[in-house]
C-alpha cells in the first residue's frame, strides 16, 4: 500500500513553486557584491578603458590648447556678422555699403575701425572717392573684446590689405574709454579719435644653448632687444615700445563692418 501511496504524483497546480528563502538571500549577495565590483572597476564606463591597445599612463597626459588664431576666429566672426553688408569678397554693394579692400577706414588706424565697431557709426562717409551714407550698429554688446580684435585682424589682413593686428588688449582700451558712449559716431568725428597706447605684444622666443650665447653677442651685452614694429614702419624706439601714431593721420572704418 505504501508503495502505491509512493507512486502517486501531486496533481499539479497552475503557477509557479515559491521560491526558496535561501536562494534569494544568494541572489541578493551576489547582486550587491556585483554592483560595488562594479562601481569601482568600471572607469566611469569610459571607452577607451575597454581598449585593448589602452595605456593608463595617457591619463595622466595634460591636454595643452591649440594656440588662438585670430585669422581664423576672425574668418568664423566676419562671416557670420559682417559678410551680410560687405559681402564675402569684402568688396560691399555699391551706393550702400562700403568696401573693406584698401579702404583707408580700416587699413590708417587701429583706433578708428575698434571704436567704430563698439559704438557704431552714422551718417555721410568717404570711402576710395564714393560717398556712402549709412547706419552701422554697434557691437559693443554683441562681441567680446577677443572677437572684435579677430574680426579686425581678418579684415586688415584679407584681400590683399596689409595693415597689423589688433589684439584683444587694444580693444579692451578702446572699450574703457568709449562704452560709455551712447551715441553712434559721425563720419567727420571718427577721424579725431587718438590712436590707442596699447601695444601689440610680439611673443618672445625661448633661446637656449649656444643660440643664447649667439644673441648676447649680437646685442653687444646691452640687455635690451629692439622689437620689431607690427606695423612694419618706422615707429620703433629700440625700447620694444611702438612710437605714437600721428593723430592727425587717423583714419576710421566704413559704415557698416
Known amino acids: 500500500m505504501h508503495a502505491q501511496l509512493m507512486r502517486e504524483k501531486e496533481e499539479p497546480r497552475e503557477g509557479f513553486p515559491p521560491v526558496p528563502i535561501a536562494l534569494l538571500f544568494l541572489f541578493s549577495i551576489v547582486i550587491f557584491v556585483c554592483g560595488i565590483y562594479m562601481g569601482k572597476k568600471s572607469a566611469g564606463f569610459r571607452w577607451d578603458v575597454y581598449d585593448p591597445n589602452f595605456d593608463p599612463a595617457s591619463l595622466n597626459v595634460v591636454k595643452v590648447a591649440p594656440p588662438f588664431d585670430p585669422i581664423a576666429r576672425g574668418a568664423r566672426v566676419y562671416s557670420q556678422q559682417c559678410a551680410q553688408c560687405h559681402q564675402g569678397s569684402g568688396m560691399g554693394l555699391a551706393g550702400v555699403y562700403?568696401?573693406?579692400?584698401?579702404?583707408?577706414?580700416?587699413?590708417?588706424?587701429?583706433?578708428?575701425?575698434?571704436?567704430?565697431?563698439?559704438?557704431?557709426?552714422?551718417?555721410?562717409?568717404?570711402?576710395?572717392?564714393?560717398?556712402?551714407?549709412?547706419?552701422?550698429?554697434?557691437?559693443?554688446?554683441?562681441?567680446?573684446?577677443?572677437?572684435?580684435?579677430?574680426?579686425?585682424?581678418?579684415?586688415?589682413?584679407?584681400?590683399?590689405?596689409?595693415?597689423?593686428?589688433?589684439?584683444?588688449?587694444?580693444?579692451?582700451?578702446?572699450?574703457?574709454?568709449?562704452?560709455?558712449?551712447?551715441?553712434?559716431?559721425?563720419?567727420?568725428?571718427?577721424?579725431?579719435?587718438?590712436e590707442l597706447q596699447t601695444v601689440l605684444a610680439v611673443p618672445e622666443v625661448e633661446l637656449v644653448g649656444e643660440a643664447v650665447e649667439t644673441q648676447e653677442q649680437a646685442s653687444g651685452d646691452s640687455g635690451t632687444d629692439n622689437v620689431e614694429n607690427p606695423e612694419g614702419g618706422s615707429g620703433d624706439t629700440g625700447t620694444g615700445m611702438e612710437a605714437p601714431a600721428d593723430p592727425e593721420e587717423d583714419a576710421g572704418l566704413n559704415n557698416a563692418i
Open 98 to 194: 562700403p568696401p573693406l579692400v584698401g579702404s583707408e577706414w580700416v587699413l590708417d588706424s587701429r583706433a578708428t575701425p575698434t571704436a567704430i565697431l563698439i559704438n557704431g557709426l552714422n551718417g555721410k562717409i568717404i570711402v576710395k572717392g564714393n560717398e556712402y551714407n549709412g547706419n552701422m550698429p554697434a557691437f559693443a554688446e554683441i562681441l567680446s573684446d577677443r572677437d572684435i580684435g579677430a574680426v579686425l585682424s581678418y579684415i586688415r589682413q584679407e584681400w590683399g590689405n596689409d595693415a597689423g593686428l589688433i589684439s584683444e588688449e587694444q580693444v579692451a582700451e578702446a572699450r574703457s574709454l568709449y562704452a560709455s558712449r551712447a551715441a553712434p559716431w559721425a563720419g567727420d568725428e571718427v577721424k579725431g579719435i587718438p
